[in-house]
DNA sequence: TAAGCGTGGTA
DNA sequence: TTACCAAGCTT
């Protein structure tokens, strides 16, 4: 049987010699670049991050050159990361410690949960790695280290469950421990469910608690963690129109709220002669060109695209709103485009259509 | 409380 | 090809 205060012990002496420890957000406390790096890792993996982060520091080195950027700059920015709240919720938090703090970060737990778009795990990541306080994750990692180690049954996406995994993780901590003990923990807890406890395949056999865990001396790494309930997946259709003027093409910007919120997005339609009648509005003919469908699919559901073409024949007409934008497709780099949409362009400016 | 919210990698 | 989901938060 695992001591519980084994766990901290073994978990930190294991992660010293076998964790991750050249991830460009590591060998660092400076809190700016520990919180950019920990939400761009919320529900996104290490290698699809990294050349966003690298981006995002090369145009914004600190909290206050984010606070004072446009937040269409940001979104450009964040564009084909996904989960594009996090992107606002990022620029209103920078501008939060930027006006409100003095360009600071607040040290505590609760404080920082406090800020845009951190929660209670971002938090405890963020105040251990940039303060060394003694606060616990409750990752994705975290959670699949504990459902198998402690044979924890039931999805953790439950709430009950949840609630028990976080009292466990912190009955788990390292006390009073040193600053950087608290890192080594901390990282080791994401190192370990991200290099040796994986869900399709795990690594028992070089795991610090192999010979402890439930999960692999009963043969049961593939039950734990408890599967998600399945759901079907509904698809929606939705028409696009490229409307084009020249070697530009039309760009609406889409509410702040919703899927793909605060992103540039072409104009839509629930119908084809819905759509034409959008072109007819924008100056377009009302002939459309069909283009090759798309689709696309997100978490909760699947998107069916048909995007069609027309020609604006130099009308221009702008929308009074002003949230519309005819962009040189030379250009369209510095828009933040949903991803389909960005494929979609792309294919289309190689075409010389 | 549970649903909404992206994208790309993996098996 | 389809299923699953990753350093979760917000409403």
Known sequence: MLALADFSTRLIAWQRVHGRHDLPWQNTRDPYWIWLSEIMLQQTQVSTVIPYYARFLARFPDVNALAAAPLDDVMALWAGLGYYSRARNLHRCAQVVSEQFGGAFPQSVDELAELPGIGRSTAAAIASFAFGARATILDGNVKRVLAR??????????????NAMWTLAESLLPDAAHPDDVTAYTQGLMDLGATLCVRGKPDCVRCPFAADCVANVTGRQRELPAARPKKTVPTRKTWMLVLKD??????EKRPPTGIWGGLWSLP???DEDALAAVAHGFGGTEELHRLAPLTHTFTHFKLDIEPRLAQARGACVQAADGETVWAPLSE?????????????????QGSLI
Do not use: C, Q, T, Y
């Open 149 to 162: 180690v402690f044979g924890i049954d039931g999805f953790p996406g439950e709430k009950r469950v949840e």
């Open 268 to 270: 839509e339609a629930a």
């Open 246 to 251: 020249g070697d530009s093409v039309l760009l």
């Open 332 to 348: 369209i780099d510095s828009f933040g485009l949903p991803a389909p949409v960005r494929k979609l362009l792309d294919a289309l």
